[in-house]
T-cell receptor, first 112, second 112 residues
Framework: QQQVKQSPQSLIVQKGGISIINCAYE??????FPWYQQFPGKGPALLIA?????SEKKEGRFTISFNKSAKQFSLHIMDSQPGDSATYFC???????????FGGGTRVLVKP | GAGVSQTPSNKVTEKGKYVELRCDPI?????LYWYRQSLGQGPEFLIY????????DSGLPNDRFFAVRPEGSVSTLKIQRTERGDSAVYLC??????????FGPGTRLTVL
């Protein structure tokens, strides 16, 4: 049972373009939604996170959009750079617990 | 300061053998988590410690897997009678109470 579904599995974007990754969740008990960036051979690193009382959060070139009624959230990477080439994971966490439930990941390749 | 460290970085073992994977969390972090990441997938939760006790071990796949954190700092994940399906990257993360989880680089386990 996949509680957090992520798409696409991979995407290629030109330098300066916008990367968009989408996630959908099923459990309405989730109340914290982080995005992680992972480079090969490294552990995931927190990029940006949002709570469901906010519809959008922006940090630099990274923006999360959140649609509570649709149970969907997305990551937008503006002005994509070759250094952004990595695998991105969305995740969700319940208020009552601390474990993260991850999506399947999106491999992003930014072409120079 | 130092991040989460995991040893060994790579472990190759034979089917049926016993292995131990070690995690050194960030100093002062009370919470410690173990996740397993299979190739091309997102991390999957295994177990979570708050202090010395396992607060949630619902992700351990079967009784061959066991983890300890005897002094509330270093943790060891133990796998008995390893199977080829146990091959994966085992990630450890730590956090302050319910805060952001910081991940280590992982231990890549290969069961031949």
């Amino acid at each position: 049972q996949q509680q957090v579904k992520q798409s696409p599995q991979s995407l290629i974007v030109q330098k300066g373009g916008i990367s968009i990754i989408n996630c959908a969740y099923e459990n309405t008990a989730f109340d914290y939604f982080p995005w992680y960036q992972q480079f090969p051979g490294k552990g995931p690193a927190l990029l940006i996170a949002i709570r469901p009382d906010v519809s959008e959060k922006k940090e630099g070139r990274f923006t999360i959009s959140f649609n509570k009624s649709a149970k969907q959230f997305s990551l937008h990477i503006m002005d994509s750079q070759p250094g952004d080439s990595a695998t991105y994971f969305c995740a969700a966490r319940k208020a009552a617990g601390n474990k993260l439930t991850f999506g399947g990941g999106t491999r992003v390749l930014v072409k120079p | 300061g130092a991040g989460v460290s995991q040893t060994p970085s790579n472990k190759v073992t034979e089917k049926g053998k016993y292995v131990e994977l070690r995690c050194d969390p960030i100093s002062g972090h009370t919470a410690l988590y173990w996740y397993r990441q299979s190739l091309g997938q997102g991390p999957e939760f295994l177990i979570y410690f708050q202090g010395t006790g396992a607060a949630d071990d619902s992700g351990l796949p079967n009784d061959r897997f066991f983890a300890v954190r005897p002094e509330g700092s270093v943790s060891t994940l133990k796998i008995q009678r390893t199977e080829r399906g146990d091959s994966a990257v085992y990630l450890c993360a730590s956090s302050l109470a319910t805060g952001e989880q910081f991940f280590g680089p992982g231990t890549r386990l290969t069961v031949l």
